[in-house]
Structure formats: C-alpha cells, structure tokens
C-alpha cells in the first residue's frame, strides 16, 4: 500500500461510487485486457504455492514474471508489462518511511524488500538480475493494525529508502509465509525525486493512451426479442502489421446480463463485460476483421442502447 503496488494502485485507480472497478490509468486498462478484470478484485492475492519452500525467488518465478509472482491460483500476467504509465510513488533516496502492506490475509512470516539496480531495463518486464542481491528492509512478524480482510488494514515497520538512487525504479517485495509454502511477490513503482509519498498516474487524465490503436470494434445488433437480443462486435486490425491477439470490453447497462458468447472467451466482473480471442480468430492481418457474438437478456421496455466497445492488443 506504501508504497503501492501495481494491483493495489489500479484497484484504488478503477473504483467506482457503485462498487465496479473501471481502470481509468492506461497501463491499468492495458494489464486489464491482457489478464482480465478479476486481478481488480483480487490486487492482495498476487502469490504462488507452488515452492517447495517458502520464500523462493528465481527456483520459482522465471524472469519476466515477478511482478505477477507467476501466480498459479489467479491470472496476474497483465501486470508484469513494462510501461510508463504505472502510477508511481515519488520518494527520496536515503530517507525513512514507514512501509504498509496490507492486511486482507494475516499470516506470520518475513517481509524483504528490493530495488532495481541504476540502469536496470524500464522497456522490458523485470528480471532477477536487475535487483539488487540482498533487500534493502526486512520485517519478521511486524505490528498491524485493523481487521483482516479489509482495505484500510495493514502490518507496518520503519525503512531507510537505499542511497543514491535517482529516477523511475521498481520496489520489489516478498512476504514469505512462516506457515506455509505460500509467497506473495509484488512490484510497486517509485520514482527517486525528492517526494515524500505522493502519489500520481491515478484517476481521468493519469497518461495520455497508447499512441497506436491497436484494434477497433464495431458493434451492432442482429436480432431481437422481448427481453432479449444478440448482437455481434466486428473487430478489425487497422495497423500495417499484424497482431496476434485482441481484447473488447464494454460496461454493460443496468439490468443487462449475457447468456451465451462466441468466438471469444468471455468474462465478467460486475458490469464490465470483457472477450478474448480465441485461438482460431487472434491473428489477424493489416486491416483483416473478425467478429465474435453474444446474447443478452434485459429488463425494463426497451432494449439498451449500444456500448461503445475498447479494443486492445496485448
């Protein structure tokens, strides 16, 4: 939480007065797209039971995956992504600050945090040898306060930020389970300029979007019914190359459920209704289109008005 971690800061960034978690930061949108929208409603969980071990780094978690722990209960992979728009926690190096991490699970164990070594790779997912070897803070068994399970509780301890550092970093962190073979990992992004703790890159106006549109996505509906329609959504690669996957998502209206989808995998959470392509229908060439489809029920008089449909391309 502090500071905070790429699934802590795109939960904050997405919340809604109705409890729906839209992302509004790009890379968020982006981690989104390319592992769906239950990380939004899981950002505590990023951790792997795998080990033989608690505690285990590279034996476990290949380079490229730290940041989403290569968890093997949840799907965490967006967030490893390498990207200018993380929200970020501008810190001064050499200082103290206290550390919280959230509390939603409590476990007794270890907490060791790292930071990425001056000239680490920004362009391309962390790997094990951009750390530094040995963490710069650890806490055994730390003070807490609040009740497990929720967003306002955390365990907490003093740490003294390394020296020297200036610019964009990554704090890594391990929380490994004195319990269990279960570890937690997470990446939280700083930038060493002087700040004490603010934060930036949440909410409307956090980064200006990609520069290119990966894909576009019309969508129109085919037949209807009382209480019900289908519609198809017709996507296209505008680009003059080719993409190997793509993404649609749309915030269904209220009373609106889909009961059946096609030529895509589907997922939900909440309102925000997100399809995949499939295996037979991801590449598709400069200006190529293909189209999944879906049926939907309704409530009220009148069907919904048509969404408008973001297209991404992991």
Same mark, same amino acid.
């Given at each position: 939480?502090?500071?905070?971690?790429?699934?802590?800061?795109?939960?904050?960034?997405?919340?809604?007065?109705?409890?729906?978690?839209?992302?509004?930061?790009?890379?968020?949108?982006?981690?989104?797209?390319?592992?769906?929208?239950?990380?939004?409603?899981?950002?505590?969980?990023?951790?792997?039971?795998?080990?033989?071990?608690?505690?285990?780094?590279?034996?476990?978690?290949?380079?490229?995956?730290?940041?989403?722990?290569?968890?093997?209960?949840?799907?965490?992979?967006?967030?490893?992504?390498?990207?200018?728009?993380?929200?970020?926690?501008?810190?001064?190096?050499?200082?103290?600050?206290?550390?919280?991490?959230?509390?939603?699970?409590?476990?007794?164990?270890?907490?060791?945090?790292?930071?990425?070594?001056?000239?680490?790779?920004?362009?391309?997912?962390?790997?094990?040898?951009?750390?530094?070897?040995?963490?710069?803070?650890?806490?055994?068994?730390?003070? &807490? *306060?609040? @009740?497990?399970? /929720? $967003? =306002?509780?955390?365990?907490?301890?003093?740490? +003294?930020?390394?020296?020297?550092?200036? #610019?964009?970093?990554?704090?890594?962190?391990?929380?490994?389970?004195?319990?269990?073979?279960?570890?937690?990992?997470?990446?939280?992004?700083?930038?060493?300029?002087?700040?004490?703790?603010?934060?930036?890159?949440?909410?409307?106006?956090?980064?200006?979007?990609?520069?290119?549109?990966?894909?576009?996505?019309?969508?129109?509906?085919?037949?209807?019914?009382?209480?019900?329609?289908?519609?198809?959504?017709?996507?296209?690669?505008?680009?003059? &190359? *080719?993409? @190997?996957?793509? /993404? $649609? =998502?749309?915030?269904?209206?209220?009373?609106? +459920?889909?009961?059946?989808?096609?030529? #895509?995998?589907?997922?939900?959470?909440?309102?925000?209704?997100?399809?995949?392509?499939?295996?037979?229908?991801?590449?598709?060439?400069?200006?190529?289109?293909?189209?999944?489809?879906?049926?939907?029920?309704?409530?009220?008089?009148?069907?919904?008005?048509?969404?408008?449909?973001?297209?991404?391309?992991?």
């Amino acid at each position: 939480m502090i500071p905070g971690s790429r699934t802590f800061f795109c939960y904050e960034d997405g919340l809604t007065s109705t409890g729906q978690i839209i992302p509004q930061n790009p890379a968020c949108q982006a981690a989104v797209a390319s592992s769906g929208t239950t990380p939004l409603y899981n950002w505590f969980a990023v951790g792997n039971r795998s080990g033989a071990t608690s505690g285990e780094t590279s034996a476990l978690i290949p380079d490229g995956k730290l940041c989403s722990g290569n968890s093997n209960y949840y799907d965490f992979s967006g967030f490893d992504q390498a990207s200018s728009y993380w929200p970020v926690t501008h810190l001064t190096a050499g200082a103290n600050i206290q550390i919280q991490y959230n509390k939603w699970a409590a476990h007794p164990g270890t907490f060791s945090l790292y930071v990425t070594k001056a000239g680490w790779d920004q362009t391309k997912p962390l790997t094990w040898s951009e750390l530094e070897s040995t963490p710069f803070s650890t806490a055994t068994l730390p003070p &807490s *306060t609040g @009740n497990a399970g /929720s $967003a =306002s509780s955390y365990y907490y301890w003093n740490a +003294t930020l390394p020296a020297g550092l200036t #610019g964009r970093h990554i704090i890594y962190s391990i929380w490994a389970r004195s319990d269990s073979t279960e570890t937690f990992y997470g990446c939280s992004d700083v930038v060493f300029d002087g700040g004490s703790g603010q934060v930036t890159g949440l909410g409307p106006g956090s980064g200006p979007p990609p520069p290119s549109v990966p894909c576009t996505a019309a969508y129109s509906v085919t037949s209807s019914w009382p209480g019900g329609f289908q519609a198809s959504v017709n996507i296209t690669n505008p680009n003059a &190359s *080719t993409i @190997n996957s793509w /993404s $649609a =998502s749309w915030d269904l209206p209220d009373g609106e +459920t889909i009961s059946s989808a096609w030529n #895509g995998t589907l997922s939900q959470a909440g309102t925000l209704a997100t399809v995949k392509s499939a295996s037979w229908n991801g590449q598709l060439a400069p200006k190529a289109s293909t189209s999944f489809g879906f049926t939907a029920n309704y409530t009220g008089s009148t069907a919904p008005a048509a969404p408008t449909v973001s297209c991404t391309s992991p």
